[in-house]
T-cell receptor, first 113, second 112 residues
């Protein structure tokens, strides 16, 4: 399977704990995106990388959230001191440099108790 | 603020009929539009896209129509099948930013 992959698929944590999610984009896609989706809503943009550079960040990305893409391949999204309001599906997408089409992974569903 | 939205939250169609899902957008600077299908528990799946210099684009069983005058986008699915049951999202990109702005989605249910 050469699509976008995300790990883990599900995560249950207690309020106040830190969590980290991983995204592996489609091979050779140099653009990588993170979105958050709550039940019944469309995905909301969080941040965007071109290669290893983080070029855009949404106001939704509070200081408890940090994303990295150190080698321009996989990316991690960390949430520190999780809150119940962080419960959502976290989606990763990638796109090639010459196209705007974003291809999404299966998502990581986070539940904060 | 400017946003992408959908006219109807739910749509039920008979198997074999054609489906039309509508979407309104308000950002006149948007130059790229895309439709996604999302099944329960899965990530959005690309269906078809269209740039603002076009008004129609066809794929396999799907057609996207863009009316820039009234800022309206539609997705037509021909001969709807049970496997088409899902939530459909339209999204826009205004070109200068890489982020997609999504609407809230339409739940399509195909009746036997």
């Amino acid at each position: 399977d050469t699509g976008v992959s995300q790990d883990p698929r599900h995560k249950i944590t207690k309020r106040g704990q830190n969590v980290t999610f991983r995204c592996d984009p489609i091979s050779e896609h140099n653009r990588l995106y993170w979105y958050r989706q709550t039940l019944g809503q469309g995905p909301e943009f969080l941040t965007y990388f071109q290669n290893e550079a983080q070029l855009e960040k949404s106001r939704l990305l509070s200081d408890r959230f940090s994303a990295e893409r150190p080698k321009g391949s996989f990316s991690t999204l960390e949430i520190q001191r999780t809150e119940q309001g962080d419960s959502a599906m976290y989606l990763c997408a990638s796109s090639p440099e010459d196209r705007e089409t974003q291809y999404f992974g299966p998502g990581t569903r986070l539940l904060v108790l | 603020g400017e946003s992408v939205g959908l006219h109807l939250p739910t749509l039920s169609v008979q198997e074999g009929d054609n489906s039309i899902i509508n979407c309104a957008y308000s950002n006149s600077a948007s130059d790229y539009f895309i439709w996604y299908k999302q099944e329960s528990g899965k990530g959005p799946q690309f269906i078809i896209d269209i740039r603002s210099n076009m008004d129609k684009r066809q794929g396999q069983r799907v057609t996207v129509l863009l009316n820039k005058t009234v800022k309206h986008l539609s997705l037509q699915i021909a001969a709807t099948q049970p496997g088409d049951s899902a939530v459909y999202f339209c999204a826009e990109n205004n070109g200068s930013a890489r982020q997609l702005t999504f609407g809230s989605g339409t739940q399509l249910t195909v009746l036997p």
